[in-house]
């Protein structure tokens, strides 16, 4: 039986036509000596598991990868609650994904309208914690299937001007962030814009 997330050939040769992001991230994973497994050819799984060595340690990791390739519609940005330059959209599969490989999990955007700062990380953490709004449509007009996206505020993310950048705050975070996330007592936060009633 067909995978629910199988891809139909037709939709890979417009989707191999650009593949620069993904080849990039790749590109910089060797440079890093992380080997890493390609997924990108399977919905069931997170785009890319990549291991790295912490404290002598090999751990595997997951990072999923997500372009913004032009602006948003208004009625996105208006839903969210968020100005259009900041406003990211995630698949909700994408997410559920990485919970197979907690807490050591990612997503990383490339947004290209954003020549300033258009690399943003979150952590599995970010996503379970930050204030998001979650909107899903008809995937087919003839079956009642819906698809979920979850409209994200970039400013909860971690933003960089280069990819390389980006791979050392991972690295980063691998090493030391993750374990200090894990064992917080307080709040993760706070978020731009968020507003929390105190009981």
Known sequence: MPSLFERK?????????????????????????????????THERADLYFTRQVRGRAVRAALELKEKR??????????????EAELLALDEVAARKLLAVSPRAFVLFHDATRADRPY????????????????????NLHSPRMKAKWLLDARHGRGFGGLREAMSALANYLDRGLGDDLRRVGPHGPFAGESVETL
């Open 70 to 83: 032009q602006r948003y519609r208004p009625r996105w940005a208006e839903l969210a609650g968020v100005p």
């Open 9 to 41: 050939p037709e939709y890979w040769a417009r989707d191999l036509a650009d593949r620069v992001f993904e080849e990039a991230v790749k590109a910089e994973l060797d440079l890093l000596g992380w080997p890493y497994t390609d997924n990108t050819a």
């Open 120 to 139: 943003v990380l979150f952590t599995i953490v970010d996503l379970l914690c930050l204030p998001k709004v979650r909107v899903q449509r008809g995937i």
